[in-house]
């Protein structure tokens, strides 16, 4: 396997994480509209050239990202819906009144949804020949994972519960009531077909944008799915399920000192075995798939693949767990071998062995160094930043993290004077440029900042907290939020310390 870096990542480069709905516009949330190109246009003018978001995939209960009921559709509520109003799809939608500071989710995905099908309707009266050609294009080309996701959409809406509680024929994918579901429910299937095409056609224009402006897209890749997706339901066989189609072992991490039960997330585990009978067919069609979207892809939990923590379904907690090998570098070995050198940031987070650090090594991919997590332990913390190597991505936080602000303020006197010890007493007046400051100047290849540091906004704009169910995912800026210093100052930052490409 070639260990070489990705020369995506080999270069010193920086940009910033903000994900799709967190950005400005009327309509209740971000999406692939003209808010998206503006803020394309602002990290140009910032020097910055990559602009990393979350998973683009719908977002599932929660409304986290990272529990989707598809690894390869994207979020309807992405959709732009200006775009569809040009086509002359969709009549002109009042706005709601939706506020411009947080998604409410229960207001805005009901909305955004009504406003899809009235365009389906539309462009099922009114769609140019062209455009049915191009809808019927998209749909053989990603048929291997679209029809699934069509049929499981179709039928969650008919049937209460997850896929397991479908009935029997529908659950096992008898072929007959699958072909029965398709005969009878072409209108209802093509919506859902509809939407993956404007999404991918949105996206796509939207990628070729920030291209032109020198701005690589980085994406972001949940190891594990949700029990209740179309993946899970159309390959069955290649989870860790029972006769009953339900789990019988899920995923999640030990105790540790954050938490005395560790974290029982519920995704169904890989039944690795089979993955490998047929060469890793659903990895390797789900990181090409990827890899059309994107330039770099995050990978989210890198260490469950040298080994990962296996629950018993039936435990409420994550206590009764232990560690379960997973494919390591035979996995990696078999996507490369089809796709190529692969831009890959591995998230090494967490409990992290020399196993796990002899893989990502081996792989060439770089890890992640948190700078928040860098007060404590002393000089040889690896995430200080003298202690940074070349092949790593340096960030202040992620979206699991407070905001810089947030975690100065929230920070006991203890650890503050273990900053001002380390960054010196102007992170008292300014914390979120000081730490800025001090990973911009490392050795570390590649620089990504929460929009939240970049902007010096408080812990009222964290975008996540793990193991909060209410409340999450909701944050988004406003424009009139940013003036012209903070661009000014990471172009100036980005100059001065080597990161313009």
Request: charged share 20%.
């Given at each position: 396997m070639?260990?070489?870096i990705h020369?995506?990542?080999?270069?010193r480069?920086s940009g910033v994480?903000?994900h799709?709905?967190s950005?400005p516009?009327?309509?209740?949330?971000?999406d692939?509209?003209?808010g998206?190109?503006?803020?394309?246009?602002?990290l140009?003018s910032?020097?910055?050239?990559?602009?990393q978001?979350?998973?683009?995939?719908?977002?599932?209960?929660?409304?986290?990202p990272?529990?989707?009921v598809?690894?390869f559709?994207?979020?309807?509520l992405m959709v732009?819906?200006?775009d569809l109003v040009?086509?002359g799809w969709?009549?002109?939608m009042?706005?709601?009144?939706?506020?411009?500071?947080?998604?409410?989710?229960?207001?805005?995905?009901?909305w955004?949804?009504a406003?899809?099908?009235?365009a389906?309707?539309?462009?099922?009266?009114r769609?140019?020949d062209?455009?049915?050609?191009?809808?019927?294009?998209?749909?053989?080309?990603?048929?291997?994972?679209?029809?699934?996701?069509?049929l499981?959409?179709v039928?969650?809406?008919?049937?209460i519960g997850?896929w397991p509680?479908?009935?029997?024929?529908?659950?096992?994918?008898?072929?007959?009531?699958?072909?029965e579901?398709?005969?009878?429910?072409?209108?209802?299937?093509?919506?859902?077909?509809?939407?993956?095409w404007?999404?991918?056609?949105?996206?796509?224009?939207?990628?070729?944008?920030?291209?032109?402006?020198?701005?690589?897209?980085?994406?972001?890749?949940p190891?594990?799915?949700?029990?209740h997706?179309?993946?899970?339901?159309?390959?069955?066989?290649?989870?860790?399920?029972?006769?009953?189609?339900?789990p019988?072992v899920?995923?999640?991490?030990?105790?540790?000192y954050?938490?005395?039960?560790?974290q029982r997330?519920g995704?169904?585990?890989?039944?690795w075995?089979?993955m490998?009978?047929?060469?890793?067919?659903?990895?390797?069609?789900?990181?090409?798939?990827l890899?059309?979207?994107?330039d770099?892809v995050?990978?989210d939990?890198?260490r469950?693949?040298?080994?990962?923590?296996?629950?018993?379904?039936?435990?409420?907690?994550a206590?009764?767990?232990?560690?379960?090998?997973g494919p390591?570098?035979?996995?990696?070995?078999?996507?490369?071998?089809?796709?190529g050198?692969?831009?890959?940031?591995?998230?090494d987070?967490?409990?992290?062995?020399?196993?796990?650090t002899?893989l990502?090594?081996?792989?060439?991919?770089p890890g992640?160094?948190?700078?928040?997590?860098?007060?404590?332990?002393?000089?040889?913390?690896?995430?200080?930043?003298?202690?940074?190597?070349r092949?790593?991505?340096?960030?202040?936080?992620?979206?699991?993290?407070?905001?810089?602000?947030?975690w100065w303020r929230?920070?006991s006197t203890?650890?503050?004077?273990?900053?001002r010890a380390?960054?010196?007493?102007a992170?008292?007046?300014?914390?979120?440029?000081?730490?800025i400051?001090?990973?911009s100047?490392?050795?570390?290849?590649?620089?990504v900042?929460?929009?939240?540091d970049?902007?010096?906004l408080d812990?009222?704009?964290?975008?996540?907290?793990?193991?909060?169910?209410?409340?999450?995912?909701?944050w988004?800026f406003?424009?009139?939020?940013?003036?012209?210093?903070?661009?000014e100052?990471l172009?100036?930052?980005?100059r001065a310390?080597?990161r313009?490409?």
């Amino acid at each position: 396997m070639n260990t070489a870096i990705h020369p995506f990542l080999s270069r010193r480069t920086s940009g910033v994480l903000l994900h799709i709905t967190s950005l400005p516009g009327p309509n209740g949330s971000g999406d692939f509209g003209i808010g998206a190109r503006h803020f394309v246009d602002w990290l140009a003018s910032a020097g910055q050239s990559m602009w990393q978001i979350l998973p683009l995939s719908p977002a599932g209960p929660g409304n986290s990202p990272y529990q989707s009921v598809s690894a390869f559709a994207g979020s309807p509520l992405m959709v732009d819906l200006d775009d569809l109003v040009r086509m002359g799809w969709l009549p002109w939608m009042p706005t709601q009144g939706f506020d411009h500071h947080r998604c409410d989710f229960t207001r805005v995905a009901p909305w955004r949804m009504a406003c899809l099908r009235k365009a389906w309707d539309g462009f099922s009266q009114r769609g140019s020949d062209a455009c049915r050609a191009a809808l019927a294009d998209f749909c053989t080309e990603h048929a291997h994972w679209l029809d699934d996701y069509a049929l499981f959409m179709v039928l969650s809406e008919r049937h209460i519960g997850s896929w397991p509680q479908w009935p029997a024929p529908l659950a096992q994918r008898d072929p007959a009531a699958l072909d029965e579901v398709r005969q009878h429910s072409s209108r209802a299937l093509g919506f859902w077909q509809f939407v993956q095409w404007r999404f991918w056609v949105q996206w796509q224009a939207l990628r070729d944008y920030a291209r032109s402006r020198g701005v690589q897209m980085v994406g972001d890749a949940p190891i594990f799915v949700a029990h209740h997706s179309a993946d899970v339901w159309a390959h069955a066989n290649q989870f860790l399920l029972g006769g009953d189609f339900e789990p019988e072992v899920v995923a999640g991490v030990p105790p540790d000192y954050f938490s005395t039960t560790g974290q029982r997330w519920g995704n169904p585990l890989y039944n690795w075995p089979a993955m490998a009978h047929d060469g890793y067919r659903w990895w390797k069609d789900r990181v090409a798939h990827l890899f059309r979207q994107v330039d770099v892809v995050r990978l989210d939990h890198f260490r469950g693949f040298e080994a990962h923590w296996e629950i018993p379904a039936t435990e409420p907690t994550a206590v009764a767990g232990q560690w379960q090998s997973g494919p390591g570098l035979q996995l990696f070995a078999a996507l490369q071998e089809e796709l190529g050198p692969l831009a890959i940031i591995a998230e090494d987070l967490g409990l992290i062995t020399p196993e796990v650090t002899a893989l990502r090594e081996a792989c060439g991919f770089p890890g992640m160094r948190i700078l928040q997590f860098a007060f404590g332990g002393g000089p040889a913390n690896p995430y200080l930043p003298h202690n940074l190597e070349r092949n790593c991505v340096a960030y202040t936080g992620t979206h699991d993290n407070d905001t810089t602000l947030g975690w100065w303020r929230a920070a006991s006197t203890q650890d503050k004077a273990a900053v001002r010890a380390y960054l010196g007493p102007a992170v008292d007046t300014a914390p979120h440029w000081t730490l800025i400051t001090a990973l911009s100047q490392s050795v570390a290849s590649t620089l990504v900042l929460p929009f939240q540091d970049v902007l010096g906004l408080d812990g009222k704009h964290r975008m996540n907290t793990p193991g909060q169910a209410i409340g999450c995912w909701e944050w988004r800026f406003d424009w009139r939020q940013v003036d012209h210093r903070p661009a000014e100052r990471l172009l100036a930052m980005a100059r001065a310390h080597g990161r313009i490409p």
